[in-house]
């Protein structure tokens, strides 16, 4: 049950992707974007270590509470609470490029973070050390492919 009200939560708190904006993104640098935000809910004085390199940007969609950063047209925004790190979180927005697949995005992940995945709400769970989760979603409008990486701490999952 707690499982089902952190991927709601996390869901509900995930912008929609704004498409005109978004170029296509390579899954290097999706990865990327998902590194940055690891760690979010349990190390956010790292935030700046993590986030180098990637540029501020104004704040781009009406629901997020955080901080816009974006590279290789990847947007991460960072909402961290470095008193209360386990309320921060963090979200991972890209236009996916053809040539790649989400199962392949999901593969990669796992094997980058050494991450346990889970199946669950129609959603993909990976499970990362620290407690931390990072809820996979994707859509798509037109031909265009989106996925979204939603970052929240979930303790005893």
């Known amino acids: 049950m707690l499982i089902a009200a952190l991927v709601l939560t996390?869901?509900?708190?995930t912008p929609a992707p704004a498409t005109a904006d978004l170029l296509s993104a390579s899954m290097d640098?999706?990865?990327?974007?998902?590194?940055?935000c690891a760690g979010t809910t349990t190390d956010p004085q790292g935030l700046t270590r993590r986030l180098a390199?990637?540029?501020?940007?104004?704040?781009?969609?009406?629901?997020?509470?955080?901080?816009?950063f974006e590279r290789?047209?990847?947007?991460v925004t960072v909402s961290a609470n470095p008193r209360h790190p386990a309320?921060?979180?963090?979200?991972?927005?890209?236009?996916?490029?053809?040539?790649?697949k989400a199962g392949d995005l999901i593969k990669a992940l796992c094997d980058t973070f050494d991450a346990r995945r889970q199946d669950a709400l129609g959603r993909v769970i990976l499970h990362?050390?620290?407690?931390?989760?990072?809820?996979a979603t994707g859509?798509?409008?037109?031909?265009?492919?989106?996925?979204?990486?939603a970052?929240?701490?979930?303790?005893?999952?």
């Open 10 to 13: 996390a869901a509900a708190a």
């Open 29 to 36: 640098a999706v990865i990327a974007g998902a590194q940055a």
């Open 53 to 68: 390199g990637w540029h501020p940007t104004p704040p781009r969609f009406a629901r997020t509470d955080g901080q816009t």
């Open 72 to 75: 290789d047209h990847i947007y």
């Open 87 to 100: 309320q921060g979180a963090c979200v991972v927005e890209a236009r996916a490029r053809s040539d790649w």
């Open 128 to 135: 990362l050390h620290d407690d931390e989760i990072l809820v």
């Open 139 to 149: 859509g798509q409008r037109g031909d265009a492919q989106f996925v979204v990486l």
């Open 151 to 157: 970052l929240a701490h979930a303790k005893q999952t």
